[in-house]
C-alpha cells in the first residue's frame, strides 16, 4: 500500500521560460537513469533481498525516487504549460508537440521512450546492490549536467537537492551491501 | 497560494524531509539511539503541523489518513504541481 502526499518533498521554482530545458530534463523523468528507472529498479528488487535491512532500504528509497520523479514532471510540465505549438516548434520541441502536446511523457531527452531494460532483477543481491549503486552515481552524473544546461537559479537549485540525493542513497546502499556481505561470509560481530 | 499557507507547507517540507533522511539511516543503523530520538522528536513536531494545515487548507492525504471535515476538500486546487510556491 501506497499513501500519496498532496505537496511536493522539495519546492520548485521555474523563473525563466525555456521549453529546451523541459526536454533535457526528461532524462531524468523517462531517460535510462531516470527517477522512474530507479524508483522500479528498487521496488522490484526489493523482494528477493536476504535481509529486512535491505527490504526497508530498498522499499524506502524506492518511495523517495517517486517523490522525485514527481519533482522532474512539475519543472517540466511547468515549462511547457504556456507554450504554443508555434513556441515548441521554434524551440526544438515540434517533435514532443507532434505526439504529446504539451504534456509530460516517460521518454528521455531524445525521446526514446522509458523501458524496463533499463534496469534489472537478478535475485543475486550482491549483484542488485552493485547496480544501484551504479545507477545513483549515473543519476548524480546526469543531474551535473542538468545543472550546467540551464541558468535558471530556482531550477539550479531543485537539481542540487535531487543531486544531494543520489549521493546519499549510494552511501545508505553500500552500507546494506556491506551488512549482506558481512552476513554471507559469516564475519557478522554483534 | 496564499503565503501562509506556503510557509506552513515549507515548513512541513522541512520537517519531513529530516524524517525521510532519518528513515533512510535508521535503516540501516538500527540499534542507534540518538537518531531514534531525533526521529520521534521531528515526527511529533510534524504531525502537529500537519494537522493544523489539514484543518486550515484541507487535506494532505486521504485513504483514512486522518478524519475529514464537511464538505470533501480532497479535490481542491492547487495540485502540487500547479504552484511555484510548494
Known amino acids: 500500500m501506497w499513501i500519496y502526499e498532496k505537496k511536493l518533498e522539495y519546492p520548485v521554482r521555474v523563473h525563466k521560460t525555456d521549453p529546451r530545458m523541459a526536454k533535457f530534463l526528461t532524462a531524468q523523468y523517462g531517460g535510462p537513469d531516470s527517477e522512474l528507472s530507479a524508483a522500479v529498479r528498487y521496488l522490484t528488487q526489493r523482494y528477493t533481498m536476504p535481509t529486512n535491512k535491505a527490504k526497508a532500504l530498498l522499499t524506502d528509497i524506492g518511495t523517495e525516487e517517486l517523490a522525485h520523479w514527481e519533482i522532474i514532471a512539475t519543472m517540466i510540465y511547468q515549462l511547457l504549460k504556456d507554450m504554443t505549438a508555434e513556441q515548441m516548434r521554434r524551440e526544438g520541441l515540434g517533435d514532443h508537440f507532434a505526439e504529446h502536446d504539451r504534456a509530460v511523457y516517460p521518454a528521455d531527452a531524445a525521446g526514446v521512450p522509458w523501458t524496463a531494460a533499463y534496469i534489472q532483477a537478478t535475485g543475486d543481491p550482491v549483484t542488485d546492490l552493485h547496480e544501484d549503486m551504479a545507477a545513483e552515481q549515473k543519476a548524480r552524473t546526469t543531474y551535473e549536467h542538468l545543472i550546467r544546461l540551464t541558468d535558471d537559479p530556482g531550477i539550479k537549485d531543485t537539481l542540487r537537492f535531487l543531486r544531494e540525493r543520489e549521493v546519499v542513497h549510494f552511501q545508505r546502499f553500500g552500507e546494506a551491501l556491506d551488512d549482506i556481505q558481512e552476513e554471507m561470509t559469516g564475519k557478522k560481530i554483534f | ?86
Open chain 2, 1 to 86: 497560494m496564499d503565503p501562509k499557507q506556503a510557509q506552513l507547507l515549507r515548513e512541513i517540507q522541512q520537517l519531513e524531509f529530516v524524517a525521510v533522511e532519518l528513515t533512510l539511516f535508521l535503516d540501516t543503523h538500527p540499534g542507534e539511539q540518538e537518531p531514534l530520538n531525533d526521529y520521534n522528536l521531528v515526527t511529533n513536531h510534524l504531525n502537529q503541523l500537519k494537522a493544523h494545515y489539514e484543518k486550515m487548507y484541507g487535506p494532505l492525504a486521504v485513504y483514512g489518513f486522518s478524519p475529514m471535515e464537511y464538505p470533501w476538500r480532497w479535490t481542491d486546487g492547487p495540485w502540487p504541481w500547479e504552484t511555484t510556491h510548494y
